[in-house]
T-cell receptor, first 113, second 114 residues
Framework: QQQVKQSPQSLIVQKGGISIINCAYENTAFDYFPWYQQFPGKGPALLIA?????SEKKEGRFTISFNKSAKQFSLHIMDSQPGDSATYFCAASSNNQGGKLIFGQGTELSVKP | DSGVTQTPKHLITATGQRVTLRCSPRSGDLSVYWYQQSLDQGLQFLIH???????AKGNILERFSAQQFPDLHSELNLSSLELGDSALYFC?????????????FGPGTRLTVL
């Protein structure tokens, strides 16, 4: 019940296209859903996050869509650029569990020029 | 740059040895989290400290321990090392409240056990 399932494992998108990564969770106590971006040799960097009281959040080219009833959330990267090529992780946490993040397995995104 | 610092960047050691990984949180953050990243297990939560006190524990091995000092830096001690402990170890910080939320990760320590 603590798992967060992420798909796809890898994704190839043309420059200018839309990248979509999906995550699903089971634990209804989760109340915070961040996305992290990780480049090789670096630590994960917080990209954007959402709480269950809203269905969508947009920051620049990055949008989170959240479906509480389906227990799913997704990251959309609009106008994808080669510099977006990285590994993306979704995560979830519950305020009553000390803030620990439960991470998805990661998606390796490659944006082709 | 997240403002979280970790030392050392790389660590190579032998099985059975003990190592200490160090983390300094962002200025003003009271929480420190430790995570392990490996190819087979992904990113796994180990432990959370808030203002010197342990707040949550994940699947942390008994051979591993951590503490947070009065100046808020944290150390993760790994003992009786095994080959399978080879991984990237990240610390993250958040705060000043204990609920977690926005966690900012350091650059990590790559541990290689030979």
């Amino acid at each position: 019940q603590q798992q967060v399932k992420q798909s796809p494992q890898s994704l190839i998108v043309q420059k200018g296209g839309i990248s979509i990564i999906n995550c699903a969770y089971e634990n209804t106590a989760f109340d915070y859903f961040p996305w992290y971006q990780q480049f090789p040799g670096k630590g994960p960097a917080l990209l954007i996050a959402i709480r269950p009281d809203v269905s969508e959040k947009k920051e620049g080219r990055f949008t989170i869509s959240f479906n509480k009833s389906a227990k799913q959330f997704s990251l959309h990267i609009m106008d994808s650029q080669p510099g977006d090529s990285a590994t993306y992780f979704c995560a979830a946490s519950s305020n009553n569990q000390g803030g620990k993040l439960i991470f998805g397995q990661g998606t390796e995104l490659s944006v082709k020029p | 740059d997240s403002g979280v610092t970790q030392t050392p960047k790389h660590l190579i050691t032998a099985t059975g040895q003990r190592v200490t990984l160090r983390c300094s949180p962002r200025s003003g953050d009271l929480s420190v989290y430790w995570y392990q990243q490996s190819l087979d297990q992904g990113l796994q939560f180990l432990i959370h400290y808030y203002n010197g006190e342990e707040r949550a524990k994940g699947n942390i091995l008994e051979r591993f321990s951590a503490q947070q000092f009065p100046d808020l830096h944290s150390e993760l001690n790994l003992s009786s090392l095994e080959l399978g402990d080879s991984a990237l170890y990240f610390c993250a910080s958040s705060g000043p409240w204990s609920g977690g939320d926005e966690q900012f990760f350091g650059p990590g320590t790559r541990l290689t056990v030979l």
